[in-house]
């Protein structure tokens, strides 16, 4: 069973801070990609990821970056937390073309 | 531009009776739909998916139709169960390269014991 990992379930920060949220696959699969969650607006892709080191903005990357330094893993930054992002994130690794993708848990961000 | 849309945002059923949750798309060049089911503080998880080549999959209670000529799809769930209460997404794809998902907006569904 394919398993897609976020580190934290619930994340509370301030405006203005810098802030990491990762994602760990447990396979070797090259796509990776950061959606937010919003009640009305559903899934927005935020950045997805196709091999190490490469990365393609989505549909709303404004106030975020990642970083994909192992296949692994990929991370989403906040360089500067704003109260607008605070929302549901989900990472997610692409299955294949049956079944789509497997999403992580997700996390809570609330930015005070 | 929403490519994928659910226009119901919430649907209230009684437990036995059937959900029926609607989606439509824009792109005539998705070839592939699924649903995903999520739960409060989870991730979506996958559901059910029709290829392009069909007009209806089904999987136990569920069964998802497809009308390509009004680029229309379809999850049916009978009968409904209050364990099945999540928001469910629709989506879709072309197939082709990463970024290729597209998904709707979600319809809370609530089945009423």
């Known amino acids: 069973d394919v398993k897609v990992t976020q580190s934290s379930r619930y994340l509370v920060k301030r405006t203005g801070e810098k802030v990491f949220l990762e994602c760990v696959q447990d396979m070797d699969h090259e796509n990776m990609f950061w959606y937010r969650q919003d009640p009305g607006l559903g899934l927005r892709l935020i950045y997805f990821s196709y091999d190490v080191k490469m990365k393609e903005k989505g549909d709303i990357p404004e106030g975020y970056s990642v970083s994909r330094e192992k296949k692994e893993r990929f991370s989403l930054i906040l360089e500067s937390a704003s109260t607008n992002q605070t929302s549901m994130y989900l990472c997610?690794?692409?299955?294949?073309?049956?079944?789509?993708?497997?999403f992580g848990s997700g996390t809570r961000l609330t930015v005070v | 531009d929403q490519q994928v849309k659910q226009n119901s945002p919430s649907l209230s059923v009684q437990e036995g009776r059937i959900s029926i949750l609607n989606c439509d798309y824009t792109?005539?060049?998705?070839?592939?739909f699924l649903w995903y089911k999520k739960y409060p503080a989870e991730g979506p998880t996958f559901l059910i998916s029709?290829?392009?080549?069909?007009d209806k999959n089904e999987d136990g209670r569920f069964t998802v139709f497809l009308n390509k000529s009004a680029k229309h799809l379809s999850l049916h769930i009978v009968p409904s169960q209050p364990g099945d209460s999540a928001v469910y997404f629709c989506a879709a794809t072309d197939q082709t390269g990463a970024n290729n998902l597209f998904f709707g907006t979600g319809t809370r569904l609530t089945v009423i014991p």
């Open positions: 997610a690794r692409e299955v294949g073309a049956n079944y789509g993708y497997t």
């Open positions: 792109n005539s060049m998705f070839d592939y």
């Open positions: 029709i290829s392009s080549i069909k």
